[in-house]
């Protein structure tokens, strides 16, 4: 596009990459991943160096620690939550995607407890958070912020669901508590869900995110497969019939 620097594209590395990270696509302004579940997108006090941001760092930097290549958090993903990641490359980028994350496609799959009464549905509440950092639904929009969640249902077994979900705001836990709230949590949610010893991993997949290249305002469009443990509790995940979005 004339009067914008058309980003550099470079071949992932895969040889300084932990297995577990997959490089989906990089250029000289982003770099979109797959992080594996239990992977923290970013350290805590606890833990500093087992994380997406500092993997990733260590790769765009070559393994030398003196580099000042940098990559800049967009979004997060819970640490047991598996999917799309977008990391900027630069302080310009960042604040171009953040500043229009909303207008950002994000789609996800869960499989949940049970089988849904309706096919498809958009959940609708106010999200609130406790002292104690547990977010929960309310009514009153003076306690809590409007939040949207629009669900499908792709296929069913006796005992779970595979739902395809469009995230139509980004509040911490949405998903989680929203189908917790209409009696179907997602399969090994410890937090929201029923205490499940058979079911431990959390089977929600950041599957499919779209959005504008934050330079060239090029149309992307990425999609990961999820987990094998989705396969493990709904059959394979890519036999289902998904329905036009």
């Known amino acids: 596009m004339e009067g914008l620097d058309v980003p550099r594209r470079a071949r992932p590395d895969r040889r300084r990459l932990p297995q577990n990270i997959s490089i989906l696509h990089e250029d000289t302004d982003i770099l979109v991943v797959v992080k594996p579940p239990g992977l923290l997108t970013m350290g805590t006090a606890a833990e500093k160096t087992r994380t997406a941001y500092f993997i990733l760092t260590e790769y765009v ?3 030398g620690s003196r580099a000042r290549n940098r990559i800049f958090i967009v979004h997060r993903l819970d640490r047991e939550t598996s999917g799309i990641l977008v990391f900027a490359r630069n302080e310009a980028a960042k604040r171009h995607l953040q500043d229009h994350w909303d207008e950002t496609r994000k789609r996800y799959l869960a499989v949940v407890h049970g089988r849904c009464e309706k096919d498809s549905d958009t ?3 106010y999200l609130a958070e406790t002292r104690a950092y547990r977010v929960y639904s309310t009514t009153n929009p003076a306690q809590g912020r409007l939040s949207r969640t629009e669900y499908r249902v792709l296929k069913s077994t006796s005992r779970f669901s595979l ?3 469009d995230l139509l705001t980004g509040r911490k836990h949405q ?3 929203h189908l917790a709230g209409i009696g179907h949590p997602v ?4 937090r929201y869900g029923p205490p499940d010893k058979k079911h431990r991993q959390l089977a929600l997949h950041a599957q499919k995110l779209a959005f504008a290249h ?4 090029e149309p992307l469009v990425f ?3 999820p987990p094998e443990h989705f396969s493990r509790l709904v059959g394979r995940v890519s036999s289902a019939r998904r329905k036009a979005p």
Request: aromatic share 0%.
């Open 214 to 217: 934050p330079v060239t305002r």
């Open 187 to 190: 399969v090994g949610d410890r």
């Open 123 to 125: 959940i609708t509440s």
């Open 175 to 177: 998903i989680r508590v």
């Open 61 to 63: 930097r070559g393994g």
């Open 163 to 165: 739902l395809e979900i």
């Open 223 to 225: 999609e990961a497969e």
